[in-house]
């Protein structure tokens, strides 16, 4: 990972940087699959494709080209709570991104993770008045998210649904789950193998819809990367809990038509215990 980082990494040192020249604008094939899996009745997973939508006006597989001549925008969001609860919260995390659309293409790189953390505020309190107009114990929303415009590629989570980078057939997950888990192995309170097999690894540390007392909603980031000709994976934890890394990476590197709803059927085809929703981004 650490190889792929420093190739990705953009270079902070503008006295490092030298004029690029490009033959022509660059084309994102985009792909889009999500499905309710085998044992939950509702999908409380949704998604935001740029231009091309929401799961609110396509639930249906899909797949498209948008050229490159602004910054896109890529989410899923997987929500929390039951039944309709979870189902709207994912909902309104995607109708207010949205709504943000234009001031997230239009910020500058150095306003970019400012407008996105205004972005989870706001998602965040809508969520947290849902939840209190509806009665409800708790909802909430995890966030996947990627920017991508001609020279950047940036990475948003909360939660645990997770982005990764597929180049030079290599598989690499470029965000880090907030989870309690997560907190117990970087306290050394487990290792590697207790986190991965404790029930700690589902219970997740922030979101969106977090009570205003508790943690705060601020999306965590990195990057900016070099946009390069490479594979993006934005996903909910119902893929990753059905499908390791490996079978994930064999999967991107075969050539599907739609490699999106290939990775969902392939985790259906694991057991299919949640919701699992993917989007794939090939530059």
Not at 109 to 115: F, G
Not at 123 to 133: F, G, K, P, S, T
């Amino acid at each position: 990972m650490d190889g792929l980082l420093k190739y990705l990494k953009k270079d902070s040192d503008p006295k490092n940087k030298k004029e690029e020249k490009t033959s022509g604008t660059r084309v994102l094939k985009v792909f889009v699959s999500t499905d309710v899996g085998s044992v939950r009745e509702h999908n409380e997973d949704d998604f935001f494709v740029d231009e091309l939508g929401t799961r609110k006006e396509e639930n249906e597989f899909k797949f498209g080209s948008i050229i490159l001549d602004k910054r896109r925008i890529f989410a899923v969001c997987d929500g929390m709570g039951g039944e309709d609860y979870g189902e709207e919260a994912s909902a309104i995390s995607v109708e207010i991104l949205n709504r943000y659309r234009d001031k997230i293409i239009e910020a500058s790189q150095e306003e970019l993770h400012d407008t996105v953390d205004n972005y989870c505020v706001a998602a965040n309190n809508e969520i947290c008045e849902m939840v209190r107009q509806r009665g409800a114990n708790q909802s909430g929303s995890t966030l996947a998210m990627v920017t991508v415009d001609e020279e950047n590629i940036n990475l948003y989570n909360i939660g645990d649904s997770r982005v990764y980078i597929y180049y030079d057939d290599v598989l690499t997950q470029m965000t880090e789950d907030q989870t309690l888990a997560m907190k117990k192995l970087k306290a050394n309170i487990y290792t590697e193998e207790e986190a991965m097999n404790s029930p700690d690894i589902h219970t997740i540390t922030s979101f969106l819809g977090v009570d205003s007392r508790g943690i705060g909603p601020h999306s965590v980031s990195s990057g900016p990367y070099k946009t390069e000709p490479m594979s993006i994976l934005i996903c909910s934890d119902g893929l990753t809990d059905m499908c390791t890394d490996e079978e994930i990476e064999n999967i991107l590197g075969e050539g599907h038509e739609n490699p999106a709803d290939a990775l969902v059927r392939q985790a259906v085809e694991n057991g299919g215990y949640d919701n699992v929703t993917c989007i794939v981004i090939q530059i």
